[in-house]
């Protein structure tokens, strides 16, 4: 039995625990949030106990949920980190890039581990398109695309963390680590980045919710993400193309994928499958199984803090490149790490 501590219980906790409570080996022991109100609504739901402290439960739990915003990630992994907790962290691994260093850095200090929750990794559609890339059918990627567009945060006149001045982060760390961790996950690192950024809501200055980045990839290949949380038509798509063919999800808004197509150079015809990926509760029964089994069975995951810093990495060369108007490379900001 692995025993958790919740700490955040805003949207995304929901989602969490809901998934959890589907899983035999998870128990969650305890929650915290600044919110009193929050933090027992949220413990109510599965049976937790409200804690003012993440010091106070520390002793009781063998692994840390972090679901705040990224800004407080650091000083709370490392916390429970230093007490010989694993971690359980949602994307971004933080803002900083001294933040996630620090968190890597003692993750390995204290030999617990730090996982980075990056869903896509463990939904359908992308895991089709993994086992394609993985089979060899497409042959060598040479262009990848993220095409993701809706109304995001910013939209509503709901409080949203996003776009409070005090905790934001913008898109190009926060929600672009979906298609940045996709995109190495499929077809590897990066060299460079050339970027260009467009903030609609004027009245939020640092909001960028609108992105144009082309990267070359470390085989010489392209990747390009083009995002938008202020189009009034949604839709998205994810693909591959590859030396021996092409494959791509297509979706009708910004999460969800709906149908997978592909050709290889040994099919006459495009083959379409109807594959109805939405972003809902399974994807996170799929990632939490995964990481429950890791801690419990002390497997190494396969998605890291390392995973996290070098998305966080590309996050940074995007808004330099816009910032600076240039072409940014990854090893300007201490190259990759390894793992």
């Not at 497997?299 to 600076?324: F, N, R, W, Y």
Request: with cysteine; aromatic share 8%; hydrophobic share 40%.
């Amino acid at each position: 039995m692995v025993r958790i501590a919740i700490v955040g219980a805003g949207g995304i906790s929901l989602r969490h625990v809901a998934a959890l409570q589907k899983i035999s080996d998870a128990h969650i022991v305890g929650v915290i949030d600044i919110s009193m109100e929050k933090a027992q609504q949220l413990a109510g739901i599965c049976g937790a106990k409200v804690f003012d402290r993440l010091s106070d439960c520390l002793d009781l739990v063998d692994v840390v949920y972090i679901l705040t915003p990224p800004s407080s990630h650091r000083e709370i992994a490392v916390e429970a980190m230093q007490a010989g907790k694993h971690v359980v962290c949602e994307k971004p691994i933080s803002i900083s890039l001294a933040d996630a260093h620090i968190m890597i850095e003692t993750s390995k200090k204290m030999n617990v581990k730090l996982i980075i929750a990056f869903k896509s990794r463990f939904r359908k559609g992308f895991k089709l398109l993994k086992e394609l890339v993985d089979s060899g059918k497409l042959g060598n990627a040479i262009n990848f695309w993220s095409q993701r567009l809706g109304m995001g945060a910013g939209t509503s006149s709901n409080y949203n963390w996003r776009t409070d001045q005090a905790l934001m982060c913008g898109m190009s760390i926060e929600s672009l680590s979906h298609d940045i961790d996709t995109m190495r996950w499929l077809v590897g690192d990066i060299i460079d980045v050339r970027a260009n950024i467009f903030e609609s809501r004027k009245d939020i200055p640092g909001f960028d919710d609108n992105v144009n980045v082309v990267m070359t990839l470390a085989n010489a290949g392209t990747a390009m993400i083009h995002a938008s949380w202020s189009s009034y038509i949604s839709m998205s798509s994810r693909g591959i193309i590859g030396t021996k063919g092409t494959a791509y999800l297509q979706g009708p808004d910004l999460f969800d994928n709906r149908y997978l197509h592909y050709k290889t150079i040994d099919m006459q015809d495009e083959f379409i499958q109807f594959i109805n990926d939405p972003n809902n509760l399974e994807g996170f029964i799929n990632e939490n199984r995964y990481f429950i089994d890791c801690i419990l069975n002390d497997i190494p995951s396969t998605v890291t803090g390392e995973d996290g810093l070098k998305t966080l990495q590309i996050s940074h060369a995007i808004l330099k490149s816009h910032q600076e108007k240039r072409v940014v490379r990854i090893d300007e900001f201490g190259g990759q790490l390894d793992g």
